[in-house]
C-alpha cells in the first residue's frame, strides 16, 4: 500500500513538544475507559446505557481537549492544531510570538493562540519573585527553558521566511500574507461530539 507524500510546504520541519496536559489527558481517557467497561458489564440498557455514553463523550472531549493540540512548523507555516480546528499560519507573516500561559501568536491584526506551550501559574509566581517584578507582568523572563526556547525559535524561524521571501517586517506584502492563514475542523471530533450528545438526549427520552 502507498500513502501520499506531503507537499514540500507541508512536510513538518520542527515539532515542539507540550509543556503540559499529556499526563492529565492519559489518565483522563483511562478513567473514562474504566467507567466504559464497568457501564458495559453492567448491562446494555438502562442507566448502564447512559453512563457508557456519557463515558465516550468524556473520553472524545478529553482527547479534543488535552492530547489533540499540537504545534509544529512547516517551511511555509506555524500549524496550530487545536480542540476542533487547525490554523496554519504563514510564517513571514508573523510579527511577534510571546508565551504566557499560552503561546500567542499576532499576524497583521489577529492573535492566534496555542494551549500547547505555556508556563504554569506556579512557574510565573515563581519567576515574578525571583526576578522581584511587579504584578501587571504576564510572562516569567527569559530563561533557558523549553517554553523560552520555543519563543525564541519561531521568532527566528519567521526571520528566515520573511528574508527568503524578502519581505520586510510590517510591509504591505507581509500584511497579505497575514490574510492567508488556513483553517481546517475537526469533523471527526465534532461529529462524534454531535452524535454521543443526541444519542445522550435519545436515551434520556427514552429511559
Known amino acids: 500500500m502507498t500513502y501520499p507524500v506531503p507537499a514540500p510546504d507541508e512536510a513538518v520541519v520542527e515539532r515542539f513538544a507540550p509543556t503540559s496536559g499529556r499526563i492529565s489527558g492519559i489518565v483522563g481517557l483511562a478513567t473514562a475507559a474504566v467507567i466504559l467497561v464497568l457501564a458495559l458489564i453492567a448491562g446494555e440498557t438502562g442507566t448502564p446505557l447512559g453512563v457508557a455514553i456519557v463515558a465516550v463523550l468524556a473520553g472524545l472531549l478529553i482527547w479534543a481537549a488535552l492530547l489533540r493540540p499540537a504545534l509544529w512548523v512547516t517551511s511555509r ?22 508565551v504566557t500561559q499560552v503561546l500567542v501568536a499576532k499576524a497583521g491584526e489577529h492573535r492566534y493562540v496555542s494551549p500547547v506551550i505555556g508556563y504554569t501559574v506556579r512557574q510565573t509566581i515563581k519567576s515574578k519573585a ?12 527569559a530563561t533557558n527553558d523549553h517554553q523560552a526556547f520555543v519563543e525564541a525559535r519561531i521568532a527566528f524561524l519567521a ?5 527568503r521571501l ?19 475542523w475537526a469533523w471527526p471530533e465534532l461529529g462524534g461530539c454531535v452524535v454521543l450528545v443526541l444519542a445522550f438526549l435519545v436515551w434520556l427520552v427514552v429511559d
Open 77 to 98: 507555516d506555524l500549524v496550530l492544531r487545536g480542540m476542533f480546528s487547525t490554523q496554519r499560519v504563514p510564517l513571514a507573516a508573523i510579527d511577534s510570538v510571546v
Open 130 to 141: 525571583r526576578d522581584g517584578r511587579g504584578p501587571t507582568s504576564s510572562a516569567p523572563s
Open 159 to 163: 526571520q528566515d521566511a520573511r528574508d
Open 166 to 184: 524578502g519581505i520586510r517586517k510590517g510591509s504591505p506584502e507581509q500584511q497579505a500574507l497575514a490574510a492567508d492563514v488556513r483553517r481546517s
